[in-house]
């Protein structure tokens, strides 16, 4: 009898085969938008997705031993300028592998993929660079837009809003920290630095009670020396003559203008005051009950515009102090056990954990052949959970709502774990079964009515993740899905600590979770 590492050599395809070609330019980060059609045809054919899953999990696996430091491989040339996939790692692995190795991880991991339902999909998506976040359309009757953001963190009690957020006339914007910067239809922009709050009352007309704010006008306003923008703040109007200014308001109310390009008027709001009028280079300010004067041009640097888009997962996660090599495994279920998920700790299937699922009477199994929990009926499964001060936090779970029209399955945090209702009382995100007439949400407690951001629409199976961030006086929250930052906020302690992790179905869908787990990082 042939040893197994001859028999799978014997019945590999040639290394000068096209599949293998195409399968290698994938994982090396080479293959262009043509060789990628080339390989999806190839891929209709049972027998090369099986080589295909062999290959791809090899190549995961030798990436694990090289950055564990067990091989050494030469670095990739440069890939080509039309490449649709990146995964930058060693180029020529298939000839330096043994053929041990090809049996020891292909064939196992090419085993548990093929159980799985539309396997080689995910590990297509899993695979391949994030997914870009779809521009959503602006809510009927706004008057503005935010465009950018950096770091935000918004007041308790605000929608914490993200890129695309839509601006509804009389909209307060009430920023802790962090910068935005709206546009408005007119074709103005304001730059937002926090601690600040603004009310944009119309396109051209805001009302700045505390804080910083640039404001740059569009041409759209209004012709050269008449009015284009006005800022009110509690001792002065300002109105925008020219092209741009930045404006400071104090605790106390006196305002602080500074003039970066064109005219600006400059007029206290007590009976009877006289307009002073500032040029570019020129400074002002007034305070209540107090006239206008010209001082000298502050210091200090105003923000005229931000980068475009928001932030990337990888930023949100350095600015939280996130280290996943030091995070310790709090929870943790794959889902690959029998019988009912209730009463069933995560240890008992093979995970970790020293407590027990609780979940609803019926409608909640587990499917072993699919490694998944499958939830057919309303409620939530929750597990208890007890998040500490001074801790960082990582929740996940992959969902996949299969029916349900916009019925949803989340994950979340909630205080009891006997409440009949299906929605999470602390953070939390739903994935929905379809996007085209709702977006997916995430929330920074129970109020239905402020979702954090303007939501997302990735549909099938996403992995959606919460960070949780006690370690300052504010608790703050970030939600990721697929790459995405869908936005941040300040959650409260005392719906944040509520004791249960949670996961959540909303009535008349069909939903399945995997790959659960909370991990903690040490202070």
Request: hydrophobic share 40%; with cysteine; glycine share 10%.
């Amino acid at each position: 009898m042939k040893p197994p590492d001859q028999v799978l050599a014997d019945s590999w395809p040639p290394a000068d085969a096209e599949l293998v070609r195409l399968t290698t330019a994938f994982c090396d980060g080479r293959l262009t938008a043509a060789e990628g059609r080339q390989l999806a045809e190839l891929l209709r054919d049972d027998a090369s997705r099986a080589v295909y899953r062999r290959l791809v999990w090899l190549h995961v696996n030798l990436l694990r031993l090289w950055h564990e430091g067990k091989v050494t491989l030469p670095p990739l040339p440069p890939p080509p300028s039309d490449r649709r996939f990146s995964l930058p790692l060693p180029a020529g692995w298939l000839g330096r592998v043994a053929a041990g190795l090809l049996l020891a991880v292909g064939l196992i991991a090419a085993a548990a993929v093929s159980q799985q339902a539309g396997g080689l999909q995910r590990l297509v998506a899993l695979l391949s660079p994030p997914l870009v976040e779809q521009r959503p359309p602006r809510q009927a009757g706004s008057i503005a837009e935010i465009i950018a953001v950096q770091q935000p963190v918004w007041a308790e009690g605000q929608p914490a809003r993200s890129r695309y957020a839509s601006i509804m006339p009389g909209d307060q914007l009430s920023l802790l920290a962090g910068l935005v910067e709206v546009a408005a239809d007119t074709g103005s922009r304001i730059v937002l630095e926090g601690p600040t709050e603004l009310t944009l009352h119309d396109p051209a007309v805001a009302q700045l009670d505390r804080g910083r704010a640039t404001v740059s006008v569009g041409t759209a306003s209004a012709g050269d020396g008449q009015p284009r923008f006005t800022l009110t703040t509690p001792s002065a109007t300002v109105t925008d003559l020219g092209t741009s200014f930045g404006a400071a308001v104090s605790d106390t109310g006196q305002t602080a203008i500074t003039v970066l390009a064109g005219l600006v008027e400059l007029l206290p709001r007590q009976e009877g005051a006289a307009a002073l009028r500032l040029a570019a280079g020129e400074a002002g300010v007034t305070g209540p009950q107090q006239p206008a004067r010209r001082v000298d041009s502050p210091a200090e640097r105003f923000v005229r515009s931000l980068p475009p888009g928001g932030s990337s997962r990888a930023e949100a996660l350095r600015r939280f102090g996130w280290d996943q090599a030091r995070a310790t495994i709090l929870l943790a279920d794959a889902f690959t056990g029998s019988g009912p998920l209730a009463g069933t700790p995560p240890g008992g299937r093979g995970g970790i954990g020293e407590v027990a699922w609780q979940t609803p009477a019926a409608g909640w199994q587990l499917d072993p052949d699919k490694g998944c929990l499958v939830a057919s009926s309303h409620g939530l499964a929750t597990l208890p959970f007890q998040p500490e001060p001074g801790h960082r936090y990582q929740i996940s779970v992959t969902i996949h709502t299969t029916a349900g029209g916009v019925g949803w399955g989340a994950i979340g945090l909630t205080d009891d774990a006997d409440n009949p209702s299906y929605i999470p009382r602390g953070p939390w995100q739903v994935q929905r079964h379809r996007t085209d007439a709702e977006a997916n949400r995430a929330y920074a407690g129970p109020e239905q009515t402020h979702p954090v951001g303007r939501g997302d629409r990735f549909g099938g199976e996403q992995t959606r993740t919460i960070l949780l961030d006690t370690t300052g006086s504010r608790w703050r929250a970030v939600f990721f899905v697929a790459g995405t930052v869908l936005g941040e906020a300040v959650v409260d302690p005392k719906t944040a600590a509520s004791g249960y992790v949670c996961l959540a179905a909303f009535p008349n869908s069909r939903v399945e979770f995997r790959h659960f787990s909370v991990a903690m990082l040490p202070r």
